[in-house]
């Protein structure tokens, strides 16, 4: 607050005083009064007018930039009540009150819709594990009739259910410190897991797999870095090239461990490749015919190896094949999460 702005504001106060002074300086000259009281009177109200308006400019002041201080200061603004002292003046008061209100309401609005998307999301958990159900039980049945048309179905299924664990993956990626344990977990028995998992479509499509350099441990959670696996291989397998070939191997580091996922499909055009984790993002390759992607795949990878504190990286070049890493850090940090 300047103090030029802060007269401004007062002008019309100040408008007011100087007519009042006129008038009675007027009434003074027209009876007769001692020069003295004549210049005394004005003087002393407007001193003391002026005075009582500078220690007024003074405690806002000090009280209005105290709080765009500690605002610009605050990561979560909406704190700022539990930490500014309540002023002396009025209006500063009240103005405390309101934002105090304010604020209490936009907790209550908060809470209303934070219950609301944990009551979906836990519905959504529900037919997540309920559709699973008869997913198996279709399995099963193809599994005891296997024929060309229930094997076309088994695909779908297939398909199906890899959607479905996306789905309850999504569901909990906002809250994943509530499902996932870090612990040492051996590299080859992750990725042999995901290969197994995969399997099916990889024989299907005459993929040739090589591991190697897998003999080691990471400090992760196996059950969330299988599902980033997973994600990962099915778009070799959706990408894949003529002669599909997916080759996955590991290089130890001082500080980091770091998991190679290389493909030699399709590949993605240079213009696109910083934008392929970006939520919703399909690009050119999204968008072949049979070949629909959602943009949410590599997203999640993304966002659950952020909250795993695990790196993730991407290369690509068309027509030669994609590599990424999932880099993890060798040091005892996930422990303290």
């Not at 100040?14 to 002074?21: D, T």
């Not at 958990?125 to 005891?144: A, G, R, V, Y």
């Not at 040492?184 to 190697?212: A, G, P």
Request: glycine share 4%; charged share 30%.
């Amino acid at each position: 607050m300047k103090f030029k702005e802060f007269i401004i504001d007062k002008i019309l106060t100040i408008s007011l005083l100087i007519f009042a002074i006129v008038t009675i300086e007027i009434f003074l000259f027209i009876y007769p009064a001692p020069m003295f009281i004549k210049i005394y009177i004005p003087i002393s109200i407007f001193l003391l007018y002026f005075i009582s308006l500078y220690v007024e400019f003074y405690k806002k002041n000090v009280f209005y930039s105290n709080l765009k201080k500690t605002l610009d200061d605050l990561s979560d603004k909406y704190l700022i009540t539990e930490i500014i002292s309540t002023p002396s003046f009025l209006d500063g008061k009240m103005l405390k009150e309101i934002i105090e209100i304010t604020d209490k309401s936009m907790l209550e609005n908060v809470n209303k819709y934070k219950f609301m998307q944990e009551d979906y999301k836990e519905y959504i958990e529900l037919w997540i594990h309920e559709i699973k159900i008869p997913i198996s039980t279709s399995k099963m049945i193809i599994e005891n009739n296997k024929n060309d048309v229930t094997k076309s179905i088994d695909e779908e299924i297939n398909k199906l259910d890899d959607y479905v664990e996306q789905a309850l993956y999504y569901a909990r990626s906002n809250d994943i410190e509530k499902d996932y344990f870090i612990k040492s977990n051996n590299l080859q028995e992750i990725v042999n897991e995901s290969i197994k998992k995969n399997r099916t479509s990889l024989i299907q499509n005459k993929f040739i797999i090589d591991l190697h350099d897998l003999e080691t441990n990471v400090k992760t959670d196996s059950k969330w870095i299988i599902f980033i696996l997973n994600q990962i291989i099915q778009n070799s397998v959706k990408y894949r090239s003529a002669n599909p070939k997916l080759e996955i191997y590991s290089k130890e580091g001082k500080e980091q461990t770091t998991l190679y996922i290389k493909d030699n499909g399709i590949g993605i055009s240079s213009n696109e490749v910083n934008r392929v984790f970006e939520k919703g993002f399909t690009g050119t390759n999204g968008r072949i015919t049979n070949k629909k992607s959602t943009g949410i795949g590599l997203y999640l990878c993304k966002k659950l190896c952020d909250k795993l504190n695990v790196g993730l990286e991407l290369e690509s070049k068309k027509e030669v094949g994609t590599e990424i890493k999932i880099v993890f850090p060798n040091s005892s940090f996930n422990d303290l999460r």
